[in-house]
């Protein structure tokens, strides 16, 4: 394993650094070896938190996963409990292939541009929600206006 400064990873982290980085490092000393922890954000917004952090393989996966009755839930539940690891294996291997792209170079800049967040992820998560609830509320409307 390469090693990976503190500096490397913040500027990859972005936003929440602070919660990432004390994690990262357990999982450096551990080899990069999975220990289980707990991720409330990739719990609750699952599909959204894997968006946010840049992570589209896990994201598409778990779009499909959640058309599939009770598989969502369990997703949810993997989600929360490797969120942490998931985000640090990301992490971990971009910097890696940046440094291997750049030897000798400080890869601190492109560690900023190729991680961090998409911010906008929060916005389209919250219009998607309110568009749910409206066609949900206007369907409940129609359906009890022809019961009447």
Same mark, same amino acid.
Do not use: C, K, T
């Given at each position: 394993m390469r090693i990976v400064t503190d500096g490397e990873y913040r500027a990859f982290? =972005?936003?929440e650094e602070h919660k990432y980085l004390p994690r990262f490092k357990r999982f450096d000393e551990l080899a990069g070896n999975f220990k289980a922890g707990w991720h409330w954000p990739a719990f609750f917004f699952t599909f959204w938190w894997l968006l946010y952090r840049k992570l589209y393989l896990f994201a598409g996966v778990v779009f499909v996963?959640?058309?599939v009755p009770? &598989?969502?839930f369990a997703v949810m539940i993997a989600s929360g409990l490797a969120g942490y690891h998931l985000y640090y294996r990301k992490a971990?291997?971009?910097i890696e292939r940046l440094k291997e792209?750049?030897?000798g170079k400080d890869v601190t800049e492109a560690c900023a541009? &190729?991680?961090g967040v998409h911010r906008w992820v929060i916005w389209v =998560?919250?219009?998607v929600t309110i568009l749910l609830l409206i066609a949900a509320f206007t369907l409940g409307f129609i359906g009890a206006m022809a019961n009447d």
């Open positions: 982290i =972005g936003p996963a959640s058309f009770y &598989l969502n971990r291997q971009d792209a750049f030897p541009e &190729l991680g =998560g919250i219009l």
